[in-house]
């Protein structure tokens, strides 16, 4: 095999990598969601009892193959002050609570940070609306 045909099969055996990590990421806070809310106070109009907010994902100086691979799959997004938004792990959060959106996160993290230990640690970043 060529060294052009050998660089190109890594990057695409990296590239599935990445797709099947985020999947599973990506059902990992969907559950977690879920079985927050399970367990959550509501309100009588059925939203969970909790400050208003969200939280997402960040990594600061990622690798330039995890980053160009997420980039290429519309994953990840340029933030401010060298951090990189990973992913949209919240999506399925359907409250307007900080504590689920943060739940689903770490659960996000979790399944990113078994496959890549690699890459630089993987921050949840939350905010109160």
């Given at each position: 095999m060529s060294k052009a045909?050998?660089?190109?099969?890594?990057?695409a055996a990296f590239k599935e990598r990445v797709k099947q990590a985020f999947d599973e990421?990506?059902?990992?806070?969907?559950?977690?969601?879920?079985?927050?809310?399970?367990?959550?106070q509501l309100t009588p109009e059925g939203h969970i009892k909790d400050t208003c907010g969200s939280a997402s994902l960040v990594i600061y100086?990622?690798?330039?193959?995890?980053?160009?691979?997420?980039?290429?799959?519309?994953?990840?997004?340029?933030?401010?002050?060298?951090?990189?938004?990973?992913?949209?792990?919240?999506?399925s959060v359907h409250d307007q609570?900080?504590?689920?959106?943060?739940?689903?996160?770490e659960a996000a993290r979790d399944v990113l940070e078994k496959?890549?230990?690699e890459e630089p640690q993987i921050y949840i970043k939350s905010f109160v609306d």
């Open positions: 045909a050998e660089k190109a099969a890594d990057k990421a990506e059902t990992a806070a969907e559950d977690a969601y879920k079985a927050y809310r399970a367990s959550a100086k990622p690798s330039y193959q995890f980053r160009t691979t997420l980039q290429a799959m519309d994953k990840i997004s340029r933030g401010y002050q060298g951090a990189w938004g990973l992913g949209a792990f919240n999506r609570s900080i504590t689920a959106s943060e739940k689903a996160c496959h890549f230990p």
